[in-house]
């Protein structure tokens, strides 16, 4: 397996740094370059099972393709929410678009059991996302990303395996995309603001209660997943 010594992983992670597409929003989230780097160092600590230098910068470089939001409820779904992320690094495209498709299903009816929209047992995420846009509890971003993977036929063909998935040619931006549909989703259902330390919630009914009223249960992810 390899593993740089100490030099070598700041050098890379200092290169990465460069390459991606998005640095504007993450060094103004982050505030600060090296907190980025560090970011970067640590994550390439953690993963050791690297075959080779050109593997680490594939995955380090997959990571940073996607944002993603560094805190989420403590819910069912997430597990399988962080998941989505690791496939994509590890490069399991495929892998990634079905569980994308269905962690967002599990949100959709999420959001509607808990502002207490009837809806049943096996109804159709679209049909659920319906109801949502009607009673006007998601934004626009929100329920145009969910339209995007909810795509009826795209996530039937895939759901059923169907043989029309072999028209899908470029899976690495298939994933990608439905990566960053899934992240401005979370936005919306576990959206928050920051202010001295304290977390504010802009749905508290998203958010179960901790020991006591003044407490929430959130999963803190790592800045790159």
């Excluded at 439905?178 to 919306?188: P, Q, S, V």
Aim: charged share 30%.
């Amino acid at each position: 397996m390899y593993k740089p010594d100490p030099d070598t992983k700041y050098k890379i992670a200092n290169e990465l740094f460069e390459e991606y597409d998005n640095i504007d929003e993450r060094y103004h989230r982050y505030n600060c370059r090296e907190n980025v780097i560090l970011t970067i160092a640590a994550l390439i600590d953690v993963n050791k099972n690297f075959s080779s230098e050109d593997e680490l910068r594939e995955q380090i470089k997959r990571c940073l393709e996607v944002d993603h939001n560094p805190i989420i409820g403590s819910q069912y779904f997430s597990a399988f929410s962080l998941e989505c992320f690791q496939t994509y690094r590890a490069g399991l495209f495929r892998a990634c678009v079905m569980l994308t498709q269905s962690v967002c299903e599990g949100l959709i009816r999420f959001v509607a059991i808990r502002n207490q929209i009837q809806i049943k047992k096996r109804e159709k995420s679209l049909s659920i996302l319906k109801k949502l846009i009607c009673q006007k509890l998601i934004t626009d971003e929100a329920e145009e990303a969910a339209k995007a993977i909810l795509n009826e036929s795209d996530r039937n063909e895939l759901h059923h395996m169907n043989p029309e998935i072999s028209k899908i040619e470029d899976w690495h931006q298939h994933a990608k995309q439905h990566l960053r549909n899934l992240t401005t989703i979370e936005y919306w259902v576990f959206g928050y603001n920051l202010k001295e330390g304290v977390l504010y919630p802009h749905y508290p009914q998203h958010w179960d209660s901790g020991d006591d009223e003044n407490t929430i249960i959130g999963d803190l992810r790592s800045a790159i997943p």
